[in-house]
């Protein structure tokens, strides 16, 4: 007589002995991850404008406490963090216990469904993390915007996407409303697209990873899979890069305005060039023609002591490539070399003291001194390089090499500033990644993919279809949470070893 089989708990995730700490620890770690990280660098900011400008400290010290305050607020980004990562954790807490019964109750009714079960630990994971982040998200688009008229709304956008200065956008937006303005109400929303686009992008490219590892995993790489996992973040980069510089230059409120200014500080170029490149772009501006863009490009040339008859279109054909260069002469090759310079130098004042910072944080010695020094060299030599083929690649197109190839009647001077100059700066630029090492490749690419995607959408748009983007950032933070427990390796990049640090 065979003894009775005993219904044994199946395997599962390990609860923690004290549920509170494992509550409440991923929470304050998250929160204060989020708030060292906003505030950080926005103290900094303010410590060299107290630095420069000795006479306003006493609004640097009040602008301080604001910051510090501010913060702490619920419908802020730590908040947020804090929230997003509590509730996963307490849900996650009570998932495992339900799971594990519905585990037991199935057992011995259906061998298939069983062994199913045995082997999806991460459904209670999946769902505690979906439901976190869909409440989460509403913290931080609690602040409800003024009600609108919805031709109005749309006009605005359309007339703030032909105009690239942040003044004209900022007069647009806060002309006083009329009467049929106010009619039939709508709220826009699209406060936190950046964010559900960063999330969407990094769990997709985590579900490609997840997948790719798994189905060659009991295989031997090849050269070609070899270069495919080598090569793939430098045309990922290359790609996103280019058409982040393209919309910056002809439509630049569809980037984050910070992202934005960073831009234009690190290209350093004279607005009124870009301001006739999109007139160009847009067929107001015609060579030989006098469409009355002279008064652009007339003051500049004023400024450097240049011939008048260069900055009118109507009568020079095409705009000489100096105007371009800005006073660093006729050449077009050393004034590539003269913005890498500049470039390199402008990085390099940023990336040394982080790099000197972070070695001396881990382990103060002459070897990490010299490491970090290595590292921001190379990395300011990237984003110089990066500067240095754009504006090279411009002037290759429109004067040094496209006209040779190709002739004035084939591709005229006119379709070389229409978009066609920038577009082969834009191919170039990005192929800069190179200089940098594999994993840091790897990083800027998952980096600057979220901000191209994010130029394909609009940056703002009805409130009514909130419910869509909810659904996308709920399913990507499940995938995020889910694998990064599951197989964090899948989860590539900074954020891979943040959650893993968050979530432990």
């Known amino acids: 007589m065979t003894a009775p089989r005993m219904r044994t708990r199946p395997p599962s995730v390990p609860i923690p002995s004290n549920p509170l700490l494992a509550l409440f620890l991923p929470a304050l770690r998250a929160y204060g991850l989020a708030y060292v990280s906003t505030t950080t660098p926005r103290l900094l900011n303010l410590l060299l404008y107290w630095y420069r400008k000795k006479s306003a400290r006493q609004r640097v010290v009040s602008s301080i406490f604001a910051i510090l305050k501010g913060s702490l607020a619920l419908r802020r980004f730590p908040a947020f963090c804090g929230a997003l990562v509590g ?4 849900l996650q807490i009570s998932l495992r216990h339900l799971y594990d019964h519905l585990c037991i109750i199935v057992e011995g009714k259906n061998p298939r469904l069983r062994r ?7 459904v209670p994971r999946f769902v505690a993390a979906l439901v976190s982040a869909w409440f989460s998200l509403q913290l931080l688009n609690r602040n409800k915007p003024s009600p609108v008229n919805e031709a109005t709304t749309i006009r605005r956008l359309e007339s703030s996407q032909q105009d690239g200065s942040d003044a004209a956008v900022e007069a647009k937006t806060t002309t006083p409303l009329t009467p049929r303005d106010t009619e039939a109400p709508i709220l826009l929303a699209g406060k936190t697209l950046d964010l559900t686009i960063l999330a969407a992008s990094r769990a997709l490219d985590t579900l490609i990873t997840s997948l790719w590892r798994r189905s060659h995993s009991h295989y031997l790489p090849t050269t070609t899979s070899k270069a495919i996992s080598n090569h793939a973040s430098t045309f990922l980069f290359a790609l996103s890069s280019g058409t982040i510089m393209w919309t910056w230059v002809y439509h630049p409120t569809r980037l984050p305005p910070t992202y934005n200014k960073w831009i234009a500080s690190a290209a350093d170029v004279d607005p009124r060039l870009i301001h006739l490149l999109r007139e160009a772009h ?8 006098d469409t009355g863009h002279a008064h652009i490009l007339q003051p500049m040339c004023r400024d450097y002591n240049w011939p008048l008859e260069w900055g009118d279109p109507g009568s020079t054909v095409p705009i000489p490539c100096d105007l371009v260069h800005m006073g660093t002469g006729s ?8 913005r890498f310079t500049r470039a390199f130098r402008f990085a390099l004042a940023t990336n040394l003291p982080l790099q000197i910072l972070v070695k001396a944080r881990k382990k103060p010695s002459l070897t990490a001194f010299r490491l970090a020094c290595s590292e921001a060299i190379r990395s300011s030599a990237f984003l110089g390089a990066f500067v240095g083929l754009f504006y090279y690649g411009v002037c290759l197109s429109r004067t040094q090499l496209g006209p040779k190839i190709f002739s004035h009647n084939t591709i005229t001077p006119q379709m070389w500033d229409s978009g066609l100059c920038i577009g082969t700066g834009c191919v170039l630029c990005g192929w800069s990644i190179l200089i940098e090492a594999e994993r840091r490749r790897e990083e800027l690419a998952l980096f600057v993919m979220p901000r191209a995607v994010g130029t394909l959408l609009p940056r703002r748009y009805d409130a009514r279809g909130f419910w869509k983007e909810r659904v996308v950032f709920a399913v990507s933070m499940a995938v995020l949470f889910t694998v990064v427990e599951e197989d964090r390796g899948c989860v590539r990049g900074v954020l891979g070893r943040v959650l893993g640090g968050v979530l432990e």
């Open 282 to 289: 847009e067929g107001k501006m015609i060579y030989g023609q």
């Open 116 to 122: 199913w079960y045995r082997g999806r630990l991460a």
């Open 87 to 90: 509730g996963y954790g307490f």
């Open 331 to 338: 050449n077009c090759h050393y004034h590539a070399a003269v």
